[in-house]
């Protein structure tokens, strides 16, 4: 009952940015935690950075300080601002939204965005 877009993703150098962006749509509780995960080849699916409803961010070790993670409640839409990119980047990165519905929380996933990070 919740869908997700993501956008964004692309080919960066080494140093440069990219922002990626995923809007969700549907039957949205008013408590939820959205977030991008990413999944690199040979490697287990890891957080990258998450938000709350009520605007409460959440990074990765390996994210902090170059990511930014932020939330545009009149648009249900999130945004991770990276910046600082580095070939280890380089992976699909997957939108996630976690909505509650009583008794637990209810999981949608993006499609998936590939990043990457190559000169």
């Known amino acids: 009952q919740v869908q997700l877009v993501e956008s964004g993703g692309g080919l960066v150098q080494p140093g440069g940015s990219l922002r990626l962006s995923c809007a969700a749509s549907g039957s949205i509780s008013s408590i939820y935690v959205m977030g991008w995960y990413r999944q690199a080849p040979g490697n287990e699916r890891g957080l990258v950075a998450s938000?709350?409803?009520?605007?409460?961010?959440n990074y990765a070790d390996s994210a902090k300080g170059r990511f930014t993670i932020s939330r545009d409640n009149a648009k249900n839409t999130i945004s991770l601002q990276m910046s600082g990119l580095k070939p280890e980047d380089t992976a699909v990165y997957y939108c996630?939204?976690?909505?509650?519905?009583?008794?637990?929380?209810?999981?949608?996933w993006g499609q998936g965005t590939q990043v990457t990070v190559s000169s």
């Open positions: 938000i709350t409803s009520n605007s409460r961010p």
């Open positions: 996630n939204f976690r909505n509650w519905v009583e008794p637990g929380w209810s999981i949608t």
